[in-house]
């Protein structure tokens, strides 16, 4: 592999070509790159540290420099809704960024996913986001993709246990405690402070998942009046939730409202309540365009943008800019925030989302 200030070089050298040739600025960066989203992304590789403000702006505008890049990545289930959205984001930033994609669906199976990435471990990548299952399982095969000299990001969630070093470029995240605070705040807030509430939780191991659990618990102590009738675990898998949400309603003759660690959770409690005749205050996490426009309809309560979009786009731009010497250091952590959907904003957020966009 080239050593990484060649690709610096050559994307200075072509900059310097048109400068010389008395091009605008705008000019310049339409003659070496593909234009796309540069305010949202200068920012992003200018806080990694670029060594030049032209070079962070050229990446940042889809530069196309060097030999193309290899990228692995993996998520926990194409299944979830969030997931896809997030490879989809991928494909097209490694498009404009000249990187090859490889993925490997994760299928909600932490065995099945460990084989996939073992498999990717034996081979030469330059870029990999990682998101397990599982925390814990995939350690040793991305340890040993970092020991290669791939650009190894975790993604999401922590590989391992939070704050551990397995050799990772940076861990790109959001604040899942802040997603279950807030959530659960306006759906009690909606409440008026009194009734009972469930909660439906993602899988037990997942970092993400239990940060939302921390935000719920802590949220619920400034709503003395509401009870917790249970909390469960729903693993992302819409066909259990489905069943959980049966039961409930048998056992339970009022439910206030239901707080689910994901937006396809909380639809399928929505669909659980409605084909019984109930009725609930409803939330979750992640702010798709399905949970968003239930939202605007009166469906969902609540939800909260996790920005797959941004942290996948994220990944792509700051692995292949550090691979090829554009910036010379990453942050541990690169924190993505989210916000709280409402009526107000949820068109936007439909739009910046969508497929071709891919901003938010």
């Known amino acids: 592999m080239a050593p990484t200030n060649e690709y610096e070089e050559e994307l200075e050298n072509q900059i310097r070509h048109y400068v010389n040739k008395g091009l605008s600025r705008r000019e310049v960066l339409k003659k070496t790159t593909i234009v796309v989203a540069a305010a949202a992304l200068a920012p992003v590789l200018a806080a990694c540290g670029s060594s030049s403000s032209t070079l962070a702006a050229a990446a940042a505008t889809g530069a196309a420099s060097g030999t193309k890049l290899k990228m692995f990545a993996t998520g926990e289930g194409l299944v979830i809704s969030f997931v896809a959205e997030g490879k989809r984001t991928l494909e097209q930033y490694c498009s404009l960024f000249n990187v090859d994609l490889t993925y490997a669906d994760g299928e909600l199976d932490p065995t099945k996913q460990r084989a996939a990435v073992d498999n990717a471990a034996d081979k030469q990548w330059d870029i990999a ?30 590989v391992g246990a939070p704050g551990v070093s397995y050799g990772a470029l940076t861990l790109c995240t959001q604040d899942g405690y802040e997603m279950g605070f807030k959530v659960t705040t306006a759906l009690c807030q909606a409440a008026n402070g009194t009734g009972s509430i469930i909660e439906t939780r993602g899988p037990a191991s997942h970092q993400g998942s239990i940060a939302r659990n921390k935000g719920f618990n802590d949220a619920m102590k400034n709503f003395p ?10 693993n992302w898998d819409t066909t259990l939730v489905h069943t959980l949400w049966e039961t409930y309603i048998n ?82 952590k690169v924190i993505v925030d989210g916000l709280l959907v409402t009526p107000d904003n949820a068109e936007s957020l439909i739009f910046l989302q969508q497929d071709g966009i891919f901003l938010q």
């Open 129 to 158: 986001a990682v998101t397990p299952v599982e925390a814990g399982t995939l350690v040793d095969p991305f340890k040993k993709m970092a020991a290669s000299g791939c650009a190894v990001i975790e993604q999401i969630t922590p």
């Open 225 to 234: 009046n509401m009870q917790v009738l249970t909390s469960d675990f729903g």
């Open 251 to 332: 056992r339970y003759p009022n439910i206030t409202c239901g707080y689910a660690h994901n937006d396809d959770m909380a639809l399928a409690i929505v669909d659980a309540l409605s084909a019984a005749g109930r009725k609930a205050l409803v939330g979750g996490c992640d702010g798709m365009p399905a949970a968003i426009q239930a939202v605007k309809d009166g469906k969902l309560s609540a939800t909260m943008r996790h920005s797959t979009v941004r942290l996948n786009m994220y990944a792509v731009v700051i692995g292949q800019a550090y691979k090829r010497g554009i910036i010379k250091t990453v942050p541990s």
